[in-house]
């Protein structure tokens, strides 16, 4: 599990064309959702973003979008997208256990999409603390957690609704959750949305 929590890990993934999980537009589970509902605050992160649709999306919403991610191919495809699409969106090269220590409350909201599945299981509680470091009291973690079943050999590591609900305490209290209608292929039911709220633990 330890080669994840290293950007060369990610680097050659990137490199010989191993992300699969590419989907060449924002994530549809997030798309559905705003198109319902508007949460509050401007600031959002988004860990692990990869090549940045997600944030980019948020940005087209009217967020201040910022996209951690810790490996350069991504990131330097992120700002080119944005940049050609005229989007706000920006994009910081962090590693996301980092995030609490470098942004202290200084996002309204973040959102989680395939980066919790992406790093060590064991350093889940330590990522949500750091997602905690970083969102103001009150403030809100959308995330779109995925895959409910799946070969323990990650990444993606599996995730149960029961761990994330586990995890998410006490620095997040769950308001709704519910499975998103519409998900890629292959994702189908194996997708879970939670929409918390920063307690002040
Ligand atoms: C499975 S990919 C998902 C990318 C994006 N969220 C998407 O859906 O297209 C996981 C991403 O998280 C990044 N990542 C993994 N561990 C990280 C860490 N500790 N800090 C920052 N980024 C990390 C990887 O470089 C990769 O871009």
Not at 170 to 176: G, L, M, Q
């Amino acid at each position: 599990m330890a080669r994840v929590n290293d950007p060369r890990f990610w680097e050659d993934v990137y490199a010989r064309g191993g992300d699969g999980w590419e989907l060449g537009g924002p994530a549809p589970p997030l798309v559905d959702f705003f198109t319902t509902t508007t949460l509050d605050g401007r600031r959002v992160a988004v860990p692990g973003c990869g090549r940045g649709h997600d944030a980019r999306f948020l940005a087209s919403r009217g967020y201040e979008a910022v996209g951690f991610d810790f490996a350069e191919a991504p990131l330097t495809a992120a700002r080119a997208l944005a940049a050609r699409a005229g989007s706000t969106a920006r994009f910081e090269a962090l590693d996301v256990f980092a995030l609490g220590r470098a942004h202290p409350h200084a996002f309204d909201g973040v959102w989680e999409y395939t980066c919790f599945c992406a790093i060590d299981p064991a350093r889940r509680a330590e990522y949500v603390a750091s997602l905690a470091g970083a969102v103001r009291p009150g403030g809100w973690l959308l995330g779109c957690f995925f895959p409910l079943r799946g070969s323990p050999a990650g990444p993606p590591f599996p995730v149960s609704m029961d761990e994330v609900r586990r995890v998410l305490r006490p620095a997040f209290r769950i308001d709704r959750d519910f499975m998103p209608l519409r998900s890629v292929r292959g994702r189908q039911g194996r997708e879970w949305m939670v929409l918390a709220r920063r307690t002040g633990a």
